[in-house]
Each structure stands twice: as C-alpha cells, then as structure tokens.
C-alpha cells in the first residue's frame, strides 16, 4: 500500500476539527499515513507517494531513493528545507500552499498598531508599579512602509490604507515589474531604495521570500528612533546582532520578528522592546483549515495523476517520471 507522509501539524490538537479529520479519512483511503521525521533520509523512502511537509530537512540521498514519490506538498509557503534541487533532478513535485496570506497581514497590521501604541512598553510598564502616561502614535498621521509588496504585502497594503486615511503614508520599496500598478491601486508611493524606506518610514513592515539577510545595521541606522521594525516573514531577514546593537543604541524603538527566541534569536531574549513570537503568523484556527485542505487536494490531484496547483518547480512536469504518471 502507498505510504502518505504527514508533517507533525496534523497531530496538534490545538487545530482539531471535524474539517480536519474528514481530511484525514480521505488520506487513509488513498494510503498509509505516516509521520514526517525531523530529517528524511532513504530508509523513509520506500513506498512513499506523497508527503505534506513542514519544516523536516528533505536530503539529496532520500530523493534518490524515493522512486515512487511524486509531491512533496508544503503545509505553508517556505521551502528552504524541502531541497529543491534535489526534487526537481529526482523527477518529484514540490508544490506550496498560499493560502495563509490574510492571516499573516493581520499580524503585520496587530504588529503595527502595538507598536504605535507602545503597548508592550505600556504593559510592562504597568506590571512594574510604574503607571506613566507615555507618547504614543495615531496611524493617520504616520508612514508605513512595505518592504517588499506580493501577495502578503498586498493583503498588508488593502488593509493599512484605509487606516492611513488622507493624512498617512503607504510607501513601497519591490523591484517586481508590474510594482507601479500595484502601488496604484493602494494609492501607496514608491521609493527606489530600502534605505530610502527606512529612512521615511515610521514603521517598516518585512514581506520578502528567501534566506538573504537583507536588513543590516547601516540600513537600521536609516530609522527614526521612535520608529518600529516589524518581521512577519523570516528571522534570517534580519541580522540578528544587529538590530539588536541598534535597538540598544535607540535607532529604533521596536523590532518584532515572528520567530522563537532561539538560535541567533536567542541574544533578544527577554529584552523589552525586542518581541519573538513562536512562527504563528500564519496560524489561525481558519487558516490551518485552508492549509489542511490545500495540501490534501494537492497530494490527492498527483496520486491520482493530475496536476497540483500551485507547483514550485514547473520544469518537473518534464521530467520522465512525471510524464509517466501524469494523465492531466
């Protein structure tokens, strides 16, 4: 019988629900659902057709031996761990699912609003004794700043403008080609540099794909000191050390990047104007169903010999052993 691997998200009861399991029970029927382990090597193989997969490290030497696998479906939209390369030279799908984008632009747009109202500060503040009145920020008389406007930042852009008003900014710093119209339709400014973003900008909000660390002290140095960084994207964004110097030296005020307080993370710990959270921008009780079923559908669309939707590596569908299953 084929084997279905799940990634450990189908196993967290905080997310149960009878949307869920029906889904589940759909999976079953199509083969024998298996646990993702941390790190895939060729003894997961044998049997495997499909995989929903989190954030498990996808080896060069599992792909060559997963002959009979044909998607690996990502329960989110990262694919750092899932190894590309190896998936596309081993004739194997890798298909992403995004469909966490309000999810995540409602955190970017709760990030915003607390750091305005310095609510962190204020908590703190209170729980200490000490019942200051301190300044605090309106959206409608600031900037904010998009670094980086796809489908995230778009959902971010939608929902901030009508809270700019006629008085705020929406700036936006992407060298995608059609950037021009999407600024447009947001009634947002473009600026040609991240360092003219910063430097404008009384909040700057993060929504860029991949592993490069593009925000580094001198770009830090470019905020106002009552200004907030906000990253709901990828910690690496981020030079951790450095913003952390910055914030240390009052370049800015906060910085709030979705990611556990670990690994280079792990120096902000318990600083009071650095705020970590646990990569659950995305995860909403609505959200998860969205991911749940997108996943399924595609693992379900290539065991049946159709294509998923959503597919990362394209040229696959090229590839020999995809021809051989592939009937739509």
């Known amino acids: 019988m084929n084997k279905i691997m799940l990634t450990s998200q189908f196993s967290n009861s905080e997310f149960a629900s009878p949307e869920r399991e ?22 997961h193989a044998p049997g495997l057709i499909a995989s929903i997969a989190s954030s498990s490290v996808y080896t060069d030497e599992f792909y060559d031996a997963a002959t009979d696998l044909r998607i690996v479906a990502r329960w989110g939209v990262g694919f750092d761990k899932v190894n590309v390369e190896g998936a596309t030279r081993n004739g194997v799908i890798i298909t992403v699912t995004p469909v966490h984008m309000d999810a995540v632009a409602e955190y970017a747009i709760a990030q915003w609003m607390a750091t305005l109202k310095r609510v962190y500060t204020l908590n703190r503040l209170s729980h200490q004794g000490d019942f200051s009145i301190i300044r605090t920020y309106e959206a409608q008389y ?21 809270l700019l008003g ?10 995608r080609p059609d950037i021009a119209d999407i600024a447009a339709e947001f009634g947002a400014e473009l600026v040609d540099s991240p360092a003219a973003l910063f430097r ?100 379900t669309a290539a065991i049946q010999g159709r294509t998923p939707e959503f597919i990362l590596n394209p040229q696959v569908l090229d590839h020999p052993r995809v021809r051989g299953w592939l009937t739509e």
């Open 22 to 43: 029906q889904g589940l029970q759909h999976l079953r029927s199509l083969g024998e659902l298996v646990d993702e382990p941390s790190v895939l090597t060729p003894e």
């Open 142 to 162: 600031t900037t904010l700043g998009l670094y980086g406007c796809g489908r995230i930042g778009q959902e971010v852009a939608k929902r901030a403008a009508p």
């Open 166 to 175: 006629e008085h705020g900014r929406l700036l936006i710093y992407d060298t």
């Open 200 to 299: 404008e900008s009384d909040t700057v909000s993060l929504h860029v794909s991949g592993d490069e660390t593009v925000v580094d002290y001198d770009l830090l140095c470019q905020m106002k000191a009552h200004a907030s960084l906000i990253n709901p994207s990828r910690g690496n964004l981020v030079n951790d050390t450095d913003v952390h110097r910055a914030i240390e030296e009052d370049k800015l005020y906060y910085y709030v990047v979705d990611d556990p307080v670990n690994e280079t993370r792990a120096i902000h710990k318990d600083h009071p104007r650095i705020i970590c959270t646990n990569h659950n921008a995305g995860i909403t009780v609505e959200s998860t169903m969205r991911l749940d079923a997108k996943g399924i559908e595609q693992v």
